[in-house]
């Protein structure tokens, strides 16, 4: 992502700063509407290019991405485009009905403006929905984090569990020697808990 | 409408309140103005008539005498407002009915309306350029002290990301005092610049307060040669109220000051005195409201009507030689491209020029983060 070198000693926020540095993607119509989006865009001092209809794939070098929602025109499904690296998406709506409020869940857009299209208003949503995208996709990344963390706890007790029963160690030996042979093999505790469990899956029909 | 009939333009500057000085002179730029074209045969020989109101400083009023000038007086072109709050309230209502206001203040920019055109100094045409002088002329600690509203919010915000692009930058003080401010209320502050010693004291103080904050300073012994008073709004017209002495050595950026010299300034100025007197000082915000007027009488001329949507494509990239020089309307955002100056205040009431644009600035209303040492900005040294 495009970033200004940041300065800790100037009070203004990234989000702000980056403005200038911005790359913008529009999925619009080419109508008065989409020219006012982008000469706004561009008044912010962004990097906007406006196509329509839509790419079926998110385009990988935006940070933001408008879209035009139209009840009459089936959306692209961005879903599996956004995971990890992926840019904040600003709904442009010209109706306000069930329908097409759902289709703008379903985009998973992280702000909506309204069609007619005023100059007044747009650099606000763009700061704020950049800092909810952000923020969703630092949580993200933390959550895969613990969940794997966590997952790989749970299998270096079982492991250990293993070692306890069979071996009849006690609960630091048990550990002491998993970590040792994570050391000797050069791979983590969780690795070697995994092959210890898988093992003892194996070997475990002689006792059934 | 007939072919001879007058055209009637709505006129919203305050003669009253806390910010009467300065409105009455852009009252005056703008009448003088209208004078001109009339005395010239008008408008394709059609009258210029100001219908004018007193919104007596106070926002809401000018949101009443905007609507009244649209519904009750059926006119489709504004000139007025100096603060943005008074801008704010006057802006809905043109953009509900789609009738133009022309604005002839510097302002903290962030703002583009399709229904204004905007004449005064946006951010990067006198921010910049004053952050430049004073930070490499007296040094870059600053102390702020500015009116209690958005507009000396967003200018310090802009001043301090600029004082501390440079090494030893800092801000060593932030004061904000209401509008109808007194003298006592700038004791204090004064007590504590005195303490602090910053290298310069910024100042978005705008009003009638104005001068207490400068007599204060005097009052208290400072030296402007050692810490003036760096300022956008504290020119010709407050230096008259508060003194010359008072203000002598103390440093203001704008797009005009009386002093330039040129030929259109020169004749401007005299004509503006021999039919106005010498009561009304002229000062940038009376030059922006007396040449954007010439501005909307070119662009009629052309389009033949003052209805917005065939009279803005004729002022978009519209140019003049106006007192400070030749302006352009920026068609990408509707401000104007613009002469940044530096001046330092005289014993005489005038701002001896130090620093000025070798060629126009053009606007950039949504410039986050300025950039001090930008050589495309870079002044011209008048020492």
Redesign the interface.
């Known amino acids: 992502m495009a970033t200004?070198r940041s300065?800790p000693?100037?009070?203004?926020p990234e989000l702000?700063?980056d403005?200038?540095t911005l790359r913008v993607t529009v999925f619009h119509p080419d109508d008065q509407d989409g020219e006012e989006l982008v000469?706004?865009l561009?008044?912010?001092?962004c990097q906007a290019q406006a196509f329509w209809p839509p790419f079926p794939t998110l385009p990988d070098t935006a940070d933001v991405v408008f879209l035009a929602v139209r009840p009459n025109m089936p959306m692209p499904d961005w879903t599996a485009c956004r995971e990890g690296h992926a840019p904040a998406i600003i709904a442009v709506v010209t109706y306000e009905n069930p329908t097409v409020v759902e289709a703008v869940l379903k985009l998973g857009a992280e702000s909506v403006i309204a069609s007619p299209i005023k100059?007044?208003g747009l650099?606000a949503t763009l700061v704020v929905a950049r800092q909810i995208n952000l923020n969703l996709r630092t949580l993200t990344k933390q959550n895969q984090r613990l969940e794997s963390k966590l997952a790989g706890l749970r299998r270096v007790e079982e492991a250990k569990s293993v070692l306890m029963r069979t071996k009849n160690m006690s609960e630091e030996v048990a550990y002491q020697v998993m970590r040792e042979q994570a050391m000797a093999k050069r791979v983590t505790v969780e690795q070697i808990a995994s092959a210890i469990i898988d093992a003892e899956g194996i070997l475990s029909f002689n006792k059934a | 409408m007939s072919e001879s009939e007058p055209i009637r333009v709505g006129v919203l500057f305050s003669q009253t309140g806390d910010i009467s000085l300065i409105e009455t002179s852009q009252l005056m730029g703008t009448l003088f103005a209208i004078e001109e074209i009339n005395e010239a045969g008008g408008i394709n020989g059609r009258e210029l008539v100001p219908i004018r109101y007193d919104p007596a400083s106070s926002p809401g009023l000018y949101r009443v005498l905007a609507e009244k000038l649209v519904l009750q007086d059926k006119i489709n072109v504004i000139f007025g407002c100096y603060k943005s709050s008074t801008r704010k309230s006057v802006i809905p209502v043109i953009e509900k009915w789609n009738r133009l206001l022309f604005y002839p203040t510097l302002y903290e920019g962030f703002e583009c309306s399709s229904n204004i055109i905007y004449t005064g100094a946006a951010p990067n045409q006198n921010s910049v350029q004053l952050a430049e002088f004073m930070t490499s002329n007296y040094g870059a600690r600053v102390y702020m002290v500015g009116s209690d509203y958005i507009y000396p919010y967003e200018s310090n915000r802009i001043m301090t990301d600029l004082v501390m692009q440079k090494p030893g930058g800092d801000k060593v003080g932030e004061r904000y005092v209401s509008l109808s401010a007194t003298l006592a209320d700038f004791s204090s502050i004064i007590a504590d610049i005195k303490n602090v010693q910053p290298d310069f004291i910024f100042s978005t103080v705008v009003g009638d307060s104005t001068q207490y904050l400068y007599k204060a300073y005097a009052e208290a012994g400072l030296n402007p040669r050692e810490m003036p008073i760096a300022s956008l709004t504290t020119l010709e017209a407050e230096v008259a109220q508060m003194g010359f002495d008072v203000a002598a050595g103390h440093v203001a950026s704008a797009p005009y000051f009386q002093s330039i010299d040129s030929p259109v300034n020169r004749s401007s100025l005299a004509n503006f005195r021999r039919r106005f007197g010498t009561d009304v000082v002229p000062s940038a915000g009376w030059e922006a409201a007396y040449f954007q007027v010439h501005l909307f009488a070119n662009a009629m001329r052309l389009s033949g009507s003052d209805a917005i949507d065939v009279l803005m494509p004729c002022l978009l990239g519209a140019q003049l030689d106006a007192p400070q020089g030749r302006i352009q309307i920026d068609p990408s955002n509707h401000h104007t491209c613009l002469y940044p100056r530096i001046g330092i205040a005289n014993t005489e009431g005038q701002f001896t020029l130090v620093r000025q644009a070798i060629r126009p600035v053009h606007p950039d209303p949504y410039l986050v983060t300025h950039s001090l040492g930008d050589w495309t900005i870079k002044l011209g040294s008048m020492e």
């Open positions: 200004t300065d000693r100037l009070i203004t702000l700063r403005l200038r000469q706004q561009r008044r912010i001092g100059a007044f650099l």
